[in-house]
């Protein structure tokens, strides 16, 4: 039998236990997005649950008419979930008007750019070093090493229209 998903708007109760949740995955409850901190689970989002579970959240704001994913987790990976949750932000900035979205991810984290790529992200501008000049200052819990052990120190912005 197939493991049926169920995404749901981030709710009230859901803040109770969400900065955990992030916390565990991230290693903190901040992250930075060109600079400036968010907190995630204080933004509008989704949560995606198998059996009741939480196994994906998606969070997000809007700034300059413009959709800044700010975070994207799964913990059940191959079975669309990351796709599901995005599908559902697509939806929200189409019904607000909205006609650009955009992600930034680091350079060790080469399956977050395959996922964006094939979901008709483009990559448009390379921070170079943005990491080590600004990002640990805001945010000194970034690991000098990521993915495959690869430093990390640039961000990369994807974009796509909607």
Not at 86 to 112: G, P, S
């Amino acid at each position: 039998m197939k493991d049926m998903i169920t995404i749901k708007p981030i709710r009230d109760v859901d803040r109770i236990w969400l900065p955990v949740w992030i916390s565990q995955r991230w290693r903190t409850e901040a992250l930075v997005f060109r600079g400036e901190k968010n907190l995630p689970a204080e933004l509008p989002g989704f949560i995606a649950f198998i059996h009741k579970m939480p196994v994906g959240v998606i969070t997000y704001r809007v700034k300059d008419d413009v959709c800044q994913i700010i975070s994207l987790d799964t913990v059940v990976h191959g079975k669309g979930i990351g796709d599901s949750l995005l599908e559902k932000v697509l939806d929200v900035m189409r019904e607000q008007n909205i006609h650009q979205i955009k992600m930034l991810t680091t350079n060790d984290n080469v399956k977050r750019m395959e996922f964006l790529e094939r979901n008709g992200f483009k990559k448009v501008k390379v921070f170079e070093d943005e990491v080590v000049k600004y990002s640990r200052k805001v945010k000194p819990e970034i690991q000098p090493f990521g993915y495959e052990n690869l430093p990390i120190r640039d961000e990369i912005e994807f974009q796509r229209e909607i």
